[in-house]
């Protein structure tokens, strides 16, 4: 069965950095678009990004343009979401998401999400 592990939450300082990484087991990872949402309290569930399924094309949601980074090894099942720059309104659950296809966010399977908090 499809399986998708969040791991690098953590609480970090406005300005400073982190790195999720999503492990994928149970599917053939390197046939399918990856993304990344996020939800914070009281607030909808956002796109934060998706990487196509060679690693060939991304795209970002405007608020975290030019700071945030989606990349993927293949070899290794795992797609990673680099996080510069981070501000307070950025705290949420982040979650990892599996599309049906390799390219586009119809998404088939979701990880159980992880606490990204940005406060001083």
């Known amino acids: 069965q499809v399986q998708l592990v969040e791991s690098g939450g953590d609480l970090v300082q406005p300005g400073g950095s982190l790195r999720l990484s999503c492990a994928a087991s149970g599917f053939a990872f390197d046939s399918y678009a990856m993304s990344w949402y996020r939800q914070a309290p009281g607030k909808e569930r956002e796109l934060v990004a998706t990487?196509?399924?060679?690693?060939?094309?991304?795209s970002y949601a405007d608020s975290v343009k030019g700071r945030f980074t989606i990349s993927r090894d293949n070899g290794k099942k795992t797609v990673y979401l680099q996080m510069n720059s981070l501000k307070p309104e950025d705290t949420a659950v982040y979650t990892c998401a599996k599309s049906v296809r390799p390219w586009g966010t119809q998404i088939g399977s979701w990880g159980q999400g992880i606490q990204v908090t940005v406060s001083s």
């Open positions: 990487i196509s399924s060679t690693g060939g094309s991304t």
